[in-house]
């Protein structure tokens, strides 16, 4: 393209007329596209990385430049996606234009994502649209090519305003061109990204390390198309790095252990585009690192974020209400909600009107439903019960088919199996079976409990029906050797962990009393309760909040209380919970931080309440 | 012996098919009560790797009207678990058939411990009785109740005891499996040991000591008993080892105790093991091979040996050692071995020590001692006149007739 030889940028000319071009509203897109003829056409355009948008060149009809608007609602439109966003403009004089005509140079902020040629640039002045078109003629350049074009025509070329300004600013940022540069910084600093999760939608929780001298780094931000975060060490949580100091310390004459973070960037990622940390130092200089969003999701990703963390007493405050709280849920949140209908098989008739539903869900021992049945079989058959298990383990579910086929074939008990597509957790699970459930009560149990007589369960929803005032009932549940595992919990708090209130057992692993009958507790366990199914549903169930399975028990038990119920032990019944002694986990462990995180969650919607039920005393009624 | 009765005699195996004790006992009883007037008879066995099966047959008759086979399907091993299901219809429309009075189970293995309930459910007042012939309820280590390790005698299974020997299965897994056993030997109206010995375990396990009956195993049918030592012995003293060529079975007893003789020049006595190893692992079938080659020419190895010819063996021999390290039962070979008049040296444990009367049946020393059997061996090498006396004293095997008997008391009672 000619350039017109100025020395200095010229000031803006006096309106003329051109043809206005009637609009339509800008929700009838394929109107608008329709009504718009051409009035313009791009030369160049490209996609700017470092200022997160698109830049356009080309000429346009000069009434453009004289509309009252600056920053015009722009639509960028390509064969399959388009992008919107406000449009910084500047002018210039063109030498082979026709006289009607004039140099455009656009800047519109927006998404990198773009499917198919590009077809053409609305831009929207109140009531009237320019639409510049794209043919065979209009070149897409790299980002250096196109800036390097740009800068010389609005440095010499191009009419004074603001949009030339905001261009200007626009294009002098320094590109991000892939490569990592914060070795050729002029201060020392290092940094490694080793793990970067996204917490949908477009948050990202960040681990690494960074080493530099205090007080050279300004800021680092994350950047990703359009989106930038700030990624604030001084809010983040401090890692020990023992390693880094050993591999670096000599070298940068650095020391500072606590060289590690875990932080959150809310907004920051941009489904698409590239994204990457910006260090700016003290100095005005800025660096590159490249950021890889890990793909993953889900559990997986929630245990790779909770490993190798270490918070203790008031740490867990802050560390969870700004960074490992708000990442975690954005990603529990994310995870599949499969809701009704469910694939369901049923073994044998199922009984026409069951008083009594039984939900156990599956998951690892599927085998557990083979002993289960086997106990069940010697319940007489006369009050049938209906009973749900719910296979949250879709790799065994062949498996678990096969062997519901053969179970069913030696005790002739009626059972169905709903086969869930996904592992979707405790809480969804049971929920899942408790939609499905037809009777007036409603037993929730783990696929680890064994009875030992054989009417428990017509026994508790008799004390049910005895007494409205009871929301939830369970058995005292034993141990292997006899001892017991569950007989109700009350809350503590514990200082070590963040002074939030964590749940005890009580008279865990002690020899039974004899003869206890009935007792009011703070919580009962998940493992066995029993409870109406319409309560059940009114409460929506156990919280899908709590991630694996921890508080969700607690939780179901505060809301019944809230309700005036009370939640009830009795020893009249007694049954196995052959609790699995897992292996000692690291003391770090992902395990132990996604308790703290549901022990967080719990402690936030629940704080004040505990409070009360602890501060009013004896757990033992 | 008055009743009619229909019975059914379960058993794991057929003795066309395989040569155990169990099902040699199991249908000997079968072919000894169908003889008596008004009883009627019927027997059931297992097939392994689907021999004779006919395609879709769950049971098919290849030996008689009154013999079936189940040809097994899919086993739990560790629970006694019959996973096949087409088992149970079939089973059920075979006791409909049927219609026992008794159904006698001689093992459960491949029937799987749910046929108790079958049984229950489908014949509501028909009897079940189940003979034990090993520990496998209690130990899920072959039901030897010895470690795993150490091969050390195991006196009671626990699931923390057991998680020792099997430390990739959880003691919650075994309290299970503890629990799904008994929860079908709850149905079983009476139990038969062998031995004393197997009945106490049983009873310290948790069976009821009043459902427990000590009746022993068939082993032979009106068979004669030897006469005893007919000649003097000129030679040296031929000890006869017969049975599993095992390390259970305490061949690293025997040969080391022959090693000791060896040794001492005392070649007053010849070790004679008849017998097979080929279904023992890789590991000790080298090692017995490399002893044997190593051994002196005290030791004779003859090889596997038919049970039908064992008569002739035995009457080859002075005297029959056992120097099993695990707790035996009632083990066939003592059975022979009083038929024969040969007096038995064994460990002093268990079925064994029970079985033999020390210094009238024969004689004990401490188990897995070998010193104290070299010296056992020698004195009795040089006492001939000892092993005469111990020969005409040894009391006969119990006569099948009997035992038959036995069996036809229990059912009367049963059945009252």
């Not at chain 1, 920053?71 to 210039?92: K, M, N, V, Y």
């Not at chain 1, 001298?213 to 890692?239: K, M, W």
């Not at chain 2, 004195?379 to 036995?406: C, D, F, G, N, W």
Request: proline share 5%.
């Amino acid at each position: 393209m000619k350039m017109a030889s100025r020395t200095r940028p010229r000031v803006a000319r006096e309106r003329r007329s051109q043809p206005r071009i009637p609009t339509q509203s800008l929700s009838d897109d394929a109107a608008v596209d329709a009504a718009a003829p051409a009035s313009g056409f791009i030369e160049q355009f490209s996609y700017s990385d470092s200022a997160g948008g698109w830049l356009f060149c080309g000429s346009a009809p000069r009434a453009m430049a004289m509309e009252e608007a600056g920053s015009p609602d722009a639509q960028i439109r390509f064969e399959q996606t388009h992008c919107r966003g406000a449009a910084t403009l500047a002018f210039f004089e063109r030498e082979n234009l026709a006289a009607e005509d004039i140099g455009v140079i656009a800047f519109i902020s927006g998404s990198s994502r773009a499917a198919g040629f590009l077809e053409h640039l609305d831009l929207h002045f109140g009531q009237t649209t320019y639409q510049m078109q794209s043919g065979l003629r209009s070149q897409r350049l790299a980002e250096h090519e196109m800036v390097t074009q740009l800068r010389a025509i609005l440095v010499k070329d191009a009419y004074v305003n603001t949009g030339r300004a905001g261009l200007l600013g626009v294009i002098s940022r320094p590109a991000y061109t892939g490569v990592d540069t914060l070795a050729q910084l002029s201060e020392q600093v290092l940094m490694e990204i080793e793990e970067a999760f996204l917490c949908p939608p477009s948050d990202v929780l960040i681990k690494g390390w960074v080493l530099a001298a205090p007080g050279v780094i300004r800021c680092i931000r994350v950047r990703s198309g359009p989106l930038v975060g700030a990624l604030v060490l001084g809010e983040s949580i401090r890692v020990s790095r023992g390693d880094v100091i050993a591999a670096h310390g000599e070298q940068t004459g650095l020391s500072d252990l606590l060289c590690g973070f875990v932080t959150h960037v809310p907004s920051a990622i941009s489904k698409g585009d590239v994204s990457y940390l910006e260090v700016e130092l003290e100095t005005g200089e800025i660096g590159f690192k490249p950021l890889r969003v890990s793909r993953q999701t889900g559990l997986p990703a929630m245990k790779q974020i909770m490993q190798a963390i270490d918070l203790r007493y008031d740490e867990l405050d802050h560390a969870f209400d700004r960074i490992l709280g708000p990442a975690l849920s954005g990603l529990n949140a994310a995870r599949p909600r499969i809701r009704a209908p469910v694939q369901r098989i049923q073994f044998g008739t199922p009984p026409p009107a069951p008083q009594i539903s039984v939900v156990i869900p599956l998951f690892g021992r599927i085998d557990f439903l083979e002993y289960q049945l086997a106990f069940f079989s010697r319940h007489s058959p006369e009050n049938l019960r209906e009973i749900i298990y719910v296979l949250d383990d879709p790799p065994r579910r062949r498996e678990l088919e096969s062997l519901a086929h053969s179970a069913f074939a030696r005790f002739g008990i009626p059972f169905s199996v709903l086969i869930l597509p996904e592992n979707l957790g405790f809480a969804s699970a049971c929920n899942l079976g408790l939609e499905a459930a037809r009777g007036e009560f409603l037993g929730f149990v783990n696929s680890d409990v064994f009875p030992i007589s054989d009417n428990w369960l017509e026994l508790l929803v008799a004390r049910l029906q005895r007494d409205p005032g009871i929301g939830v009932i369970g058995p005292r549940l034993l141990f292997e050797d006899g001892t017991v595992q569950h007989e109700g919990c009350c809350y503590r708090r514990i200082q070590e962990l963040g002074n939030w209130f964590f749940i005890d057992h009580l008279n865990k692993g002690r020899i039974p009393d004899a003869g206890r009958g009935m007792r009011i507790c703070d919580a009962i366990t998940g493992a066995c309760m029993v409870m109406r199914r319409d309560l059940a549903r009114e409460v929506g169930g156990f919280s899908e909040d709590y991630i694996i399975g921890d508080f969700e028990d607690s939780d179901l038990c505060l809301k019944l209380k809230q309700r005036g119920l009370t939640c009830v032990i009795t020893d009249e019944c007694q049954l196995y919970h052959l609790e699995r002694k897992s292996q000692a986990p690291p003391s770090q462990g992902w395990r132990r931080n996604i308790t703290l995180y549901n022990a967080w969650v719990h402690q936030r919607r629940w704080g004040d309440t505990l409070e009360r039920i602890a501060a009013s005393g004896a757990n033992i009624r | 012996m008055t009743s009619a009765a229909n019975i059914l005699i379960a058993s794991h195996s057929h003795p066309q098919l395989t040569r155990g004790g169990a099902e040699i006992s199991a249908h000997h009883l079968f072919a000894a009560l169908a003889g008596h007037e008004g009883y009627e008879l019927s027997y059931l066995g297992c097939a392994r790797d689907h021999v004779n099966q006919k395609m879709g047959a769950t049971f098919s008759q290849p030996f008689s009207p009154s013999e079936y086979i189940y040809a097994g399907g899919a086993f739990d091993w560790f629970k006694f678990a019959n996973t096949d299901p087409t088992f149970p219809a079939a089973f059920r429309a075979l006791l409909t058939e049927l219609q026992p009075d008794v159904v006698h189970f001689h093992h459960y293995l491949r029937f799987g411990v749910e046929a108790f309930f079958l049984v229950r459910d489908a014949l509501p007042n028909c009897r079940i009785v189940l003979t034990l012939h090993e520990y496998l309820a209690i130990c899920n280590h072959y039901g030897q109740m010895v470690t795993k390790q150490h091969r050390n005698l195991c006196h009671q299974a626990s699931p923390l005891r057991c998680n020792e020997c099997f430390k990739e299965i959880d003691p919650t897994d075994f309290f299970l499996r503890t629990l799904y056993i008994q929860r079908f030997f709850d149905h079983v109206d009476h139990f038969i040991a062998p031995s004393a010995f197997l009945a106490e375990r049983y009873i310290a396990w948790g069976l009821p000591p009043g459902k427990v009956s000590v009746i022993e195993n068939i082993v032979h049918r009106n068979v004669k008993r030897s006469a005893g030592f007919t000649q003097e012995r000129d030679g040296p003293l031929r000890v006869g080892f017969f049975g599993q060529v095992s390390e259970l079975k305490g061949i690293g007893v025997l040969l080391a105790a022959a090693k000791f003789l060896a040794e001492q020049d005392e070649f007053g006595v010849v070790i004679e093991i008849f017998g097979d190893y080929s279904l023992q692992p890789m590991e000790f079938q080298s090692h017995f091979l490399a002893h044997l080659a190593k051994a002196g020419s005290n030791v004779v190895f003859h090889g596997p040996y038919d049970q039908d010819h064992v008569d002739e063996l035995m009457q080859s021999v002075d005297v029959v050692v056992m120097p099993s390290i695990w707790w035996e039962n009632s083990p066939v070979v003592i059975q022979e071995a009083l038929r024969n008049r040969r007096p038995i040296i064994c460990s002093d444990i268990g079925g064994m020590a029970e079985k033999v009367r020390d210094g009238i049946d024969g004689f004990h020393f401490p188990v897995g001692n070998v010193i104290a059997l070299t010296s056992l061996l020698v004195r009795l090498a040089k006492t001939p006149a000892r092993l005469k006396a111990v020969s005409e004293s040894m009391h006969a095997p119990v006569a099948s007739k009997e035992i038959v008997a036995q069996h036809v008391r229990l059912y009367d009672a049963l059945l009252s």
